[in-house]
């Protein structure tokens, strides 16, 4: 029986230490603001829309990049040369964080008609409220639970490359 | 959010992808200033006219899309043999004289020589027959063949009924643009310009974000026009084959992330009524080159 005990004991010591060590590795599960749960402010959000703080590598790419953010289509920016025909109906990028906050930039990028009325840009964290919406660029209808052009990391990710750009 | 000078932005992002990029320079802004359309050496069409009355100085002057296009693309539509367009017409014009369905007849059977149809096009769309509704060309086409020759409705963005209405357009080449409004037409005018200004799909874009307020305007490489439908069908240098009007309508709308409408319903006939009507006075192109 001692030597039972012996073998068992550590034995469960170990499983103690797995279990934590599962808690630590395991991705923690993110609080993440809905659009339609967003505290505004005169179109700003002080807020950040998840836990995860943005990374401004992946906000670059999602910049560039044509069925994502694609602001370039609209905007020049010139901190990212390699997004060739950068377009011109939206103002320049360059010096963002200078002109903006961050929870005004924020608020512009999730719905910008709310800071500049009758803005021509798209909302890009709206999910309601759209006529004849379709399922991305398909032409046909949207489904009934149409996700936002970027998602909530994604928004925060654009915004943190924005404001490196002072 | 104030704008830079239109140039300057131009250039300062021309410069920028062309030092670090490497790519080739995009295109400045605006129309080009200064250059005349003339087809074939002997055809001089008109590309800038006043704007109509109706437009209630929404735009400064009206624009062919022309305009905005670039040297070789200009350059293409200028000689009847450098424009891809011209080989679809020519099939079109064969297919004015072939006989099909239970009547045996052709077009040609009632209408006589394709050149009678001249000024067709130029008042298109417009109301029916039976003055209940609105038909753009490819509804006259397939009203003839179903009931006159008893032939089959050609699709509406068929090979068959791009051709023939590329040779039709044709006929109508250097004419302006003169479509009715008023009367029976009043009320899909009126629908069709609201639908210009709807701002439709998740990407909340009306006809007018891009071709009124933008034109002149790249987004990403596409130079915006005013959206102008005196050249269609066009051949697509993109596609490499023609594209009718409401196809080309479908594509912008698909694009703003919508549920598009379909070619030849009402919506886009109403649209291209209106559509029409904003380019008043341009002549009619028909068959053009874009990209």
């Known amino acids: ?166 | 959010m104030q704008k830079a000078p239109r140039m300057a932005r131009a250039l300062a992002g021309a410069l920028a992808a062309a030092a670090l990029a490497g790519s080739a320079i995009q295109a400045s802004a605006d129309p080009v200033e200064g250059v005349d359309l003339v087809v074939n050496n002997e055809i001089t069409l008109t590309t800038r006219a006043p704007a109509p009355a109706h437009l209630d100085g929404a735009l400064p002057e009206v624009m062919s899309g022309w305009l905005f296009r670039e040297d070789a693309t200009r350059a293409m539509q200028m000689d009847d043999f450098d424009n891809p367009a011209m080989v679809f017409a020519d099939m079109g014009r064969d297919l004015w004289g072939t006989t099909d369905g239970a009547e045996g007849k052709s077009c040609a059977s009632c209408h006589g020589n394709i050149e009678e149809m001249r000024g067709v096009r130029a008042h298109m769309p417009r109301i029916s027959p039976a003055g209940d509704d609105l038909w753009s060309m490819e509804n006259f086409v397939n009203n003839c063949r179903t009931t006159r020759m008893g032939a089959e409705a050609w699709g509406w963005d068929s090979n068959e009924m791009m051709n023939m209405t590329a040779a039709l357009s044709l006929q109508s080449r250097g004419l302006p643009v003169d479509v009715a409004i008023d009367g029976p037409a009043a009320p899909w005018w009126e629908k069709g310009r609201e639908i210009y200004y709807t701002r439709f799909g998740q990407l909340e874009l009306a006809c007018s974000n891009c071709h009124q307020d933008h034109f002149g305007d790249m987004i990403r490489a596409d130079h915006l026009s005013q959206g102008q439908i005196n050249g269609f069908p066009v051949y697509r240098l993109k596609t490499a084959g023609l594209v009718s009007i409401h196809n080309r309508f479908k594509g912008c709308v698909r694009d703003t992330r919508a549920e598009t409408f379909k070619p030849g319903s009402a919506e886009f006939r109403a649209l291209e009524l209106y559509v029409a009507s904003r380019g008043q006075g341009l002549s009619v192109e028909g068959v053009s080159v874009r990209p």
């Not at chain 1, 603001?33 to 505004?40: Q, S």
């Not at chain 1, 500049?116 to 759209?130: N, V």
């Open chain 1, 1 to 166: 029986m001692r030597r039972i005990a012996t073998l068992c004991a550590p034995a469960a010591v170990s499983a103690a230490a797995i279990t934590t060590a599962l808690t630590i590795l395991a991705p923690p599960v993110l609080a993440e603001t809905a659009p339609a749960a967003i505290a505004w402010q005169d179109g700003a959000i002080a807020a950040p829309l998840t836990d995860s703080p943005g990374d401004a590598g992946r906000g670059a790419e999602l910049m560039a990049t044509r069925p994502l953010g694609n602001c370039v289509a609209c905007h020049e920016i010139a901190a990212l040369p390699a997004a060739s025909f950068q377009g011109n109906i939206g103002p320049a990028l360059e010096g963002a964080a200078t002109r903006y906050s961050e929870a005004q930039l924020r608020g512009i990028i999730v719905n910008a008609k709310n800071t500049f009325d009758g803005s021509m840009m798209p909302a890009f964290y709206k999910t309601d409220g759209f006529i004849r919406p379709g399922d991305a660029y398909t032409g046909k209808a949207a489904p009934a639970d149409l996700p936002p052009i970027l998602d909530a990391q994604q928004v925060e990710d654009v915004l943190a490359f924005l404001m490196t750009m002072k």
